[in-house]
């Protein structure tokens, strides 16, 4: 791997305006925990707003029902077309940052030192590490081919929680990505090294002798290929041959319908990162990698706009990209950039 993006990586993470983006905490050595039968409820209360969060957005995702729901520093919110929802406006001051619906339509919602709340459309369940989750800071949460929910390197079956740790092999709790892929495997993105679970042990993902490190997101495509991304770039990964597409940071990865890769990461023309008492001179790019120049030596790609940085993407059922920011969501139509910070007829 690159040295020289893995030492400006981490100089990215100890920059002052970035102290207060904590990643996953580490496992407390737990293995397996039942559920406690006295599971707090509480009941449902909602903010109706004319605008959409305010803070730093980290994931956003379409419900079954065409509902955009965004996890935020300032809450969870709902967009139904029309108005957003401030759905844990008056349950929880925690700061949102995964968000997942599940097979059954419920909602689960990862936060920063409060653990994970279960949202069925009328009343809340609040888990921490009391009730056996892993660590309180859960910044992913996936569910995987059986019905099982991870929240990072904690799976949880309906009933109790199994919490993997060095003991089992996995190195690093510090969990910012996990997929199953076509085969039942498992990819775990850790602020260590990239692993690989097939179910009994823990592999680490090596290239030319060398793990991958601070991987950020990892999607399989509609090929069956890994994409990786992080301090080292962008990745991809057919089962056999590695191939680059960029040595910049990348920080969120999605494909799209057509087959387009997108990736939140620095700007192609962007400096190298400089830490300043007012934070960062560095240049995020919402990027597209065209699908049909994705075999060639320089594939084409398309920054559609450049923020201070950029968090997580998604494609929604009209084929608009959302991506969220430091001060909120925004979502691109192919030709326009609507910010929902402000009033949705300011655009």
Known sequence: ????????YLILISAPLFLMLVFCTSCRGQVKTEMPKDTIKSATKSVITSSGPNLITRNIIQDKKG???????DGIFKYDGKSFTNITGKVSSAR???????????????SIGSGV?????????????KDGLAGNSVTCIYEDKTGNIWFGASRYDGKSFRNFTAKD??????????????????????GGNTFVYDGKTFAAFIHNGKPFTNVRSIIEDKKGNIWLGGGDGLWRYDGKTFTNFTQKFV??????????????????NSPAWVSTETGNIQAWALSRYDEKSLSDKKPTVTEITNKGMIFGILEDDKGSIWFGTFDGVHRYDGNTITNFKEKQDHR
Not at 67 to 73: K, V
Not at 98 to 109: C, I, K, T, Y
């Open 1 to 8: 791997m690159n040295n020289k993006l893995t030492t400006n």
């Open 67 to 73: 509902n955009i729901w965004i996890a935020a520093f």
């Open 96 to 110: 949102f940052f995964s968000v997942l619906e599940d097979r059954r339509g419920n909602l689960w919602f990862g």
């Open 117 to 129: 709340y279960y949202y069925d459309g009328k009343s809340f369940q609040n888990f921490t590490t």
């Open 169 to 190: 092999e996995l190195s690093n709790n510090n969990v910012n990505s996990v997929i199953e892929d076509k085969t039942g495997k498992f990819w775990f993105a850790t």
């Open 251 to 268: 920080g969120h990865i999605i494909e799209d319908k057509k087959g387009n890769i997108w990736t939140s990461s620095e700007s192609a």
